[in-house]
C-alpha cells in the first residue's frame, strides 16, 4: 500500500513550495491528496489557480495518511493555523506515528497544534519567533526532530520535498529523485 500524504491549501498558499511538494512526492511514489479548505478551487499568493483534489471535510473523511505537509505563503499559512480541522490533522497524524511538515510561514500551525514543544524547527526568519515553543528556532534550510519537517522558504522547497522522500519512502527514492532533477552537485 501506497504511503498516503495529504497537502492542505489555503487561498494564498505559495505555489513553489505547494507544487515541488506535490510534485516531488508523486515523482517518489507516494499518494497525495490535496484539499482546499473550501472550494475546490485554490488561488495562490501570486495568482495561480490550482484545482484541490478534494475538499478538507472530504479529504479527511476518509483513510488516515502517513503525513500531513503544509505549503507556506500568506495568508495561506495563517489560515491552516486557522482552521481546527487542519490542527486537528496535524495531531491525528502525530498520534498515530507519522509525519507532520511544513515550509515558510506554514510551521505556525504546528506551533498552534501544539506540536513544537521541545522540538528544533525552522520557519521562513520573520516568521521564526512565532515558534515560541520550540526549543530552538533554527535558521537550517530543512530541519527534522522526531515526527516533524520545518524547511524556510521557497528556495529550500526541493530540499524539503526530497527530505520528505527520504522519510517516507527511502534515502535511495530521495537519492534518485535528487539525481534526475539536477539537484546534486555537477
Known amino acids: 500500500m501506497p504511503v498516503r500524504v495529504l497537502v492542505p491549501l489555503a487561498d494564498g498558499f505559495e505555489e513553489i513550495e505547494a507544487v515541488t511538494i506535490i510534485d516531488v512526492l508523486r515523482r517518489g511514489g507516494v499518494d497525495v491528496t490535496t484539499a482546499s479548505l473550501g472550494e475546490r478551487s485554490v488561488r495562490g499568493a501570486h495568482g495561480i489557480i490550482v484545482s484541490a483534489d478534494a475538499t478538507l471535510d472530504e479529504a479527511i473523511a476518509g483513510d488516515a495518511y502517513d503525513a500531513v505537509v503544509l505549503p507556506g505563503g500568506m495568508p495561506g499559512a495563517a489560515t491552516l493555523r486557522d482552521d481546527s480541522r487542519v490542527l486537528a490533522a496535524l495531531r491525528q497524524v ?47 534550510r530543512v530541519v527534522e526532530d522526531g515526527p516533524i519537517v520545518t524547511s524556510a522558504g521557497p528556495g529550500t522547497a526541493l530540499e524539503f520535498a526530497t527530505a520528505l522522500v527520504a522519510r517516507l519512502v527511502d534515502g535511495d527514492t530521495a537519492a534518485a529523485l535528487r539525481d534526475g532533477m539536477l539537484l546534486g552537485a555537477r
Open 94 to 140: 502525530v498520534d498515530a506515528g507519522g509525519t507532520a511538515a511544513a515550509i515558510c510561514a506554514a510551521p505556525i500551525a504546528l506551533e498552534a497544534a501544539g506540536l513544537l514543544t521541545g522540538r528544533r524547527a525552522t520557519a521562513y526568519p520573520s516568521f521564526r519567533d512565532q515558534l515560541v515553543s520550540a526549543s530552538e528556532r533554527s535558521d537550517a
